[in-house]
């Protein structure tokens, strides 16, 4: 573990303005047996991914100041959203799964060439209200259950909803 009381010469890096990507063109995937992946389209939001630790106080009486480890890691709660389409098939299937309050895997896949995938407990769905100028939606709620597979460098594959993250280049477990 690194000391603070060491000598310490923080030194500035050299910094070159970037662009940031944009969330646009995300797609997320989701698969009942981690073979077979469909798209879920019209999806407006899916939540945080990843997880993060609890942290455990490890300050005894001989400290001064508090000390800590990380504990255990823990998931988000997740809220999938999103805009009804009646004729996909896919997204019907996935709101019944959501109904069956179902275990499902699921992959989101960014612009950027990186992808995650996780399992979720789905827990429900809700349909949110609704007035005469507003697109008719649906709320799916779950939980994350483990830890995140982390993918990078990844491209389309033809066009038929992706390949849920089999091959490109396998990150670590996250």
Same mark, same amino acid.
């Given at each position: ?62 400290? =001064? ?27 019907? =299937? ?31 769905r809700v349909d949110p209200e609704t007035n005469a100028e507003s697109l008719l939606?649906?709320r799916v709620t779950g939980k994350q259950s483990g830890k995140c597979k982390r ?14 993250? =089999? ?8």
């Amino acid at each position: 573990m690194a000391d603070l009381n060491v000598n310490l010469t923080p030194a500035r890096y050299a910094y070159t303005p970037t662009d940031a990507i944009v969330g646009g063109e995300t797609q997320v995937q989701y698969s009942t047996d981690g073979t077979t992946w469909k798209p879920l389209r019209g999806v407006t939001a899916y939540g945080d991914s990843g997880e993060t630790a609890s942290f455990i106080d490890q300050t005894t009486i001989e400290d =001064n100041e508090s000390r800590y480890l990380a504990g255990k890691s823990d998931t988000p709660d997740k809220t999938f959203e999103g805009y009804l389409y009646p004729a996909d098939t896919d997204q019907q =299937n996935f709101l019944s799964l959501a109904d069956q309050k179902a275990n499902v895997l699921m992959s989101i896949f960014w612009k950027s060439g990186n992808a995650v995938t996780f399992i979720v407990a789905l827990g429900g769905r809700v349909d949110p209200e609704t007035n005469a100028e507003s697109l008719l939606s649906w709320r799916v709620t779950g939980k994350q259950s483990g830890k995140c597979k982390r993918w990078s460098g990844l491209t389309v594959n033809g066009g038929n909803g992706g390949n849920g993250g =089999n091959g490109g280049n396998g990150g670590n477990g996250g």
